[in-house]
Each structure stands twice: as structure tokens, then as C-alpha cells.
T-cell receptor
Framework: GAVVSQHPSRVICKSGTSVKIECRSL??????MFWYRQFPKKSLMLMAT?????????EQGVEKDKFLINHASLTLSTLTVTSAHPEDSSFYIC?????????????FGQGTRLTVV | EDQVTQSPEALRLQEGESSSLNCSYT??????LFWYRQDPGKGPEFLFT???AGEEKEKERLKATLTKKESFLHITAPKPEDSATYLC????????????FGSGTQLTVLP
């Protein structure tokens, strides 16, 4: 299957600082990437849909100024958590679909464990 | 609004004890039903996609089936390495290209 690489896998940052998480599709092009947040023992909560070359679409309740998404190319999307607070600590996961295949499975990155201290 | 419900929340099996996980869905125009496996601290790993009622897919000890209202993930003679959280997700014509996930079933297979 297609490979999605997410980096870093773990990050610890201080309150008030910003953290960038990268999501790359390694062997395919993805016009659309998705960013999820997962709380312990809970399912994935969609935060935003990232489209190459255009602004991301955020889900209701997700602060777009806090969670900045950039999808500069067909293989890279980034999520920047700005002015991080302890309540932003969570597991963040990205996924991508193969270009032109909207009905197929989405491939997921390995996830990023963010801890804000 | 699309909804996906999984049961049970948690399941403990003895090695070799077969069982099934349930995924009920209420979506407007199902275009695909996906099963994923997630290990602790990892992203979901794709298992199966089912597109129409009556369809079945198999992979090693796992078999996924689909009806018009639900999907089952059958696990035959499980091994401890099958322990994980199993997630199902629906993709519908009304979902604007996003998946609706269930809350998952945490499976533990005891040796």
C-alpha cells in the first residue's frame, strides 16, 4: 500500500511555543490530506481537510488561527500548533488519499505525540 | 449526519477463540466501508474496503463482511499478535470526501 510519513513521532514543547508537524506522501501524489486528533481510548476526530494549493477546510470548533495548515505541494502538508498550551497535548495523525481516487482507502501516517509542558 | 457505531468497546479472547466485531452505520449513500487496525501509539493501518452489501474480503485470520446496515470483522483462531484496536469508517456521498470513524473495538487476545 501507499506510504504516508509523519514527522516527528514525538515532540515535547514549552507552553507558548509553536510546533510544526509534517505529513508526506512518499510514493504517491495526494491532492487531499486530512488532519486528525485522537484522545486516549477515543476515535479519530477530524480537525481539517487540507487541499493542495488552497486554504484548508476546518471542522466546527477547530481554531484555524491556532492550528495552521499548509499544503504546498502534492506530497507535503504541515500542521503548525501555534502558542501551544497543555490542553493541546494529544496524538495528531494525518492521512492522504491517492490523487483522483476519492473512493479508496486513506493511508495514515504514524502519528505524532505532542506533549506541551 | 453520518454515524458509525462499533461494538463491543473492548473484547478479551483466549488464543484460538473466534469472535466477531460489529460496525453499524447510518450514512447517506455509502460509497465505502473501511476497516483499520491501530496499535498503541501508531497511526491506523489499512485492512479492508467494502463497497456493496454482500461483499466479503479476507486476509489471514480476518474476514470482513458488509450488509446494508452493518459490517462485521470476523477473527478466526486469533493469536496474541492480533491484539489491537480495530476501527471502522464510512465514506458516504454526503460526507464531503471525509471518513466518519467509529470509536473502535479494543481487542486483547490472551495466550
Amino acid at each position: 500500500g501507499a506510504v504516508v510519513s509523519q514527522h516527528p513521532s514525538r515532540v515535547i514543547c514549552k507552553s507558548g511555543t509553536s510546533v510544526k508537524i509534517e505529513c508526506r506522501s512518499l510514493d504517491f501524489q495526494a491532492t487531499t490530506m486530512f488532519w486528525y486528533r485522537q484522545f486516549p481510548k477515543k476515535s479519530l476526530m477530524l480537525m481539517a481537510t487540507s487541499n493542495e494549493g488552497s486554504k484548508a477546510t476546518y471542522e466546527q470548533g477547530v481554531e484555524k488561527d491556532k492550528f495552521l495548515i499548509n499544503h504546498a505541494s502534492l506530497t507535503l502538508s504541515t500542521l503548525t500548533v501555534t502558542s501551544a498550551h497543555p490542553e493541546d497535548s494529544s496524538f495528531y495523525i494525518c492521512s492522504a488519499r491517492v490523487l483522483g481516487q476519492v473512493d479508496t482507502e486513506a493511508f495514515f501516517g504514524q502519528g505524532t505525540r505532542l506533549t506541551v509542558v | 449526519e453520518d454515524q458509525v457505531t462499533q461494538s463491543p468497546e473492548a473484547l478479551r479472547l483466549q488464543e484460538g477463540e473466534s469472535s466477531s466485531l460489529n460496525c453499524s452505520y447510518t450514512v447517506s449513500g455509502l460509497r465505502g466501508l473501511f476497516w483499520y487496525r491501530q496499535d498503541p501509539g501508531k497511526g491506523p493501518e489499512f485492512l479492508f474496503t467494502l463497497y456493496s452489501a454482500g461483499e466479503e474480503k479476507e486476509k489471514e485470520r480476518l474476514k470482513a463482511t458488509l450488509t446494508k446496515k452493518e459490517s462485521f470483522l470476523h477473527i478466526t483462531a486469533p493469536k496474541p499478535e492480533d491484539s489491537a484496536t480495530y476501527l471502522c469508517a464510512a465514506f458516504s456521498s454526503g460526507s464531503a470526501r471525509q471518513l466518519t470513524f467509529g470509536s473502535g473495538t479494543q481487542l486483547t487476545v490472551l495466550p
